[in-house]
């Protein structure tokens, strides 16, 4: 018997509680198959990953460094059809009080509305999502 799933809305307020980021407003996007996170200044140091990540509601994680000893290089095709290269950092999710292991894209996202992006990959198996709903996970709070 399959498992429910819970049903999320499209947009929510999420924690990565290993990067200390707490209520971070997320686009629920069941068109991007991979999640990405709004960072800027990305860059390889001595082995590891450096980026600043960007969300202006929240002045005291908007342009924190941050550094990453595990990381991934993939080719990303993105929403205009062009091929980029994009880092992908393996993190922790919370939402509706249950942890999940993420995989995020690294990546500028100034002209969107959201500093997140959560994708099909994430969703699959977990959640349904209703367009209708916001903040589900947040408002159990």
Do not use: W
């Not at 292991?101 to 969107?112: A, F, G, K, V």
Request: proline content about 4%.
């Amino acid at each position: 018997m399959e498992k429910a799933k819970r049903i999320i809305g499209r947009t929510d307020k999420v924690d990565f509680p290993l990067l200390e980021l707490i209520e971070i407003d997320a686009k629920i996007d069941t068109g991007a198959y991979t999640s990405s996170i709004h960072c800027i200044d990305i860059k390889e140091v001595d082995q590891t990953l450096q980026c600043s990540f960007l969300d202006a509601t929240h002045p005291e994680y908007n342009g924190k460094i941050f550094t990453f000893n595990n990381y991934d290089i993939s080719a990303v095709k993105s929403s205009n059809g062009r091929v980029e290269v994009r880092y992908a950092v393996k993190t922790q999710i919370t939402l509706f009080d249950k942890t999940y292991p993420i995989t995020l894209n690294l990546s500028p996202r100034d002209d969107m509305r959201f500093p997140l992006l959560i994708g099909r990959k994430f969703l699959n198996g977990k959640f349904m999502v209703d367009p209708q709903l916001e903040n589900q996970s947040y408002n159990q709070k």
